[in-house]
């Protein structure tokens, strides 16, 4: 049996007691460790699981995953991921190969982003299309994710952006030669996210937001330092939320008073919030 296990968002004890119990069963543990990560180690993980933990890179999960799957037919494996299970694509995937391969599978749900941002008083309801934002560079700077907020802010639903993270990554030189040599890994800011927003906005120049619009980023949801702040995007770009992981919200039009009244309690500066929020958001719905 191969088991999917979402781990939650935060640490070593979000994992369900139904997840426990599959991963104390398993002949091998897989820990996939490059969509996300969680805020402790895997040796706290191995240490409250009574089991060793394999890091499963990239590469292996999407190059190799039939080792993953040997012997799933005749034993148990565990495969655990952060927050849900099919968090990305790369786990339907895997499910698809377990079925070529007559392997039986089974599905242990747990909390991810997607319903847990509902800590920042936003109704999971309103929100649209989630998005990624990746690292720009000089010479790349993708923007499919404006015309996803264009489409929910046409609609007034809020957008939640998922913020890039790098793990085991190869430079382009690296890369190119052919070297095992892996980058210091990275995790993108909700100021970065804010600042390469409105780049974009400059650069695409359709007003789908602007230095006004409202947000709110997160950090570390779900943990006992979790933090949120509310305002504006040039705000969210001076803020300093710490510690990774990080999301934002961008607001949409038809946010409710009820929202607003939860989220006032994070504003950087509760005058220029309410100022805005009469301004651009009060009676939009």
Same mark, same amino acid.
């Given at each position: 049996?191969?088991?999917?296990?979402?781990?939650? /968002?935060? !640490?070593?004890?979000?994992?369900?007691?139904?997840?426990?119990?599959? $991963?104390?069963? %398993? +002949? @091998?543990?897989?820990? =996939?460790?490059?969509?996300?990560?969680? /805020?402790? !180690?895997?040796?706290?993980?191995?240490?409250?699981?009574?089991?060793? $933990?394999?890091? %499963? +890179? @990239?590469?292996?999960? =999407?190059?190799?995953?039939?080792?993953? /799957?040997?012997?799933?037919?005749?034993?148990?494996?565990?495969?655990?991921?952060?927050?849900?299970?099919?968090?990305?694509?790369?786990?339907?995937?895997?499910?698809?190969?377990?079925?070529?391969?007559?392997?039986?599978?089974?599905?242990?749900?747990?909390?991810?982003?997607?319903?847990?941002?509902?800590?920042?008083?936003?109704?999971?309801?309103?929100?649209?299309?989630?998005?990624?934002?990746?690292?720009?560079?000089?010479?790349?700077?993708?923007?499919?994710?404006?015309?996803?907020?264009?489409?929910?802010?046409?609609?007034?639903?809020?957008?939640?952006?998922?913020?890039?993270?790098?793990?085991?990554?190869?430079?382009?030189?690296?890369?190119?030669?052919?070297?095992?040599?892996?980058?210091?890994?990275?995790?993108?800011?909700?100021?970065?996210?804010?600042?390469?927003?409105?780049?974009?906005?400059?650069?695409?120049?359709?007003?789908?937001?602007?230095?006004?619009?409202?947000?709110?980023?997160?950090?570390?949801?779900?943990?006992?330092?979790?933090?949120?702040?509310?305002?504006?995007?040039?705000?969210?770009?001076?803020?300093?939320?710490?510690?990774?992981?990080?999301?934002?919200?961008?607001?949409?039009?038809?946010?409710?008073?009820?929202?607003?009244?939860?989220?006032?309690?994070?504003?950087?500066?509760?005058?220029?919030?309410?100022?805005?929020?009469?301004?651009?958001?009060?009676?939009?719905?």
């Amino acid at each position: 049996m191969l088991y999917l296990v979402g781990l939650g /968002l935060a !640490d070593e004890m979000d994992i369900s007691v139904k997840g426990l119990e599959a $991963v104390k069963t %398993a +002949d @091998r543990v897989y820990l =996939e460790a490059y969509t996300s990560i969680l /805020l402790v !180690d895997k040796e706290k993980l191995e240490a409250y699981y009574g089991r060793s $933990v394999i890091l %499963a +890179d @990239r590469e292996m999960v =999407e190059s190799s995953s039939d080792d993953i /799957l040997s012997g799933a037919d005749k034993s148990n494996v565990a495969f655990l991921v952060v927050g849900d299970t099919f968090g990305a694509t790369t786990h339907t995937d895997l499910i698809l190969r377990a079925r070529e391969l007559n392997v039986p599978t089974k599905t242990i749900f747990n909390a991810s982003i997607m319903n847990a941002i509902g800590a920042t008083g936003l109704q999971l309801y309103n929100f649209g299309q989630t998005v990624s934002m990746v690292f720009f560079t000089d010479t790349w700077k993708p923007s499919s994710f404006y015309d996803r907020i264009k489409e929910n802010r046409q609609i007034g639903l809020h957008t939640l952006v998922l913020l890039d993270i790098k793990v085991k990554e190869q430079s382009l030189e690296n890369l190119a030669r052919g070297k095992k040599i892996f980058e210091p890994p990275r995790f993108m800011t909700v100021a970065q996210c804010a600042e390469q927003m409105l780049d974009t906005e400059q650069e695409r120049g359709e007003g789908v937001y602007g230095p006004d619009s409202l947000a709110c980023g997160v950090a570390r949801i779900g943990a006992a330092d979790q933090k949120f702040v509310a305002g504006t995007l040039t705000q969210l770009s001076q803020a300093d939320l710490g510690k990774p992981l990080h999301s934002l919200v961008l607001l949409g039009r038809r946010a409710h008073d009820l929202e607003r009244d939860y989220i006032r309690e994070f504003a950087v500066d509760t005058t220029s919030f309410d100022s805005i929020w009469n301004r651009d958001y009060k009676g939009k719905q």
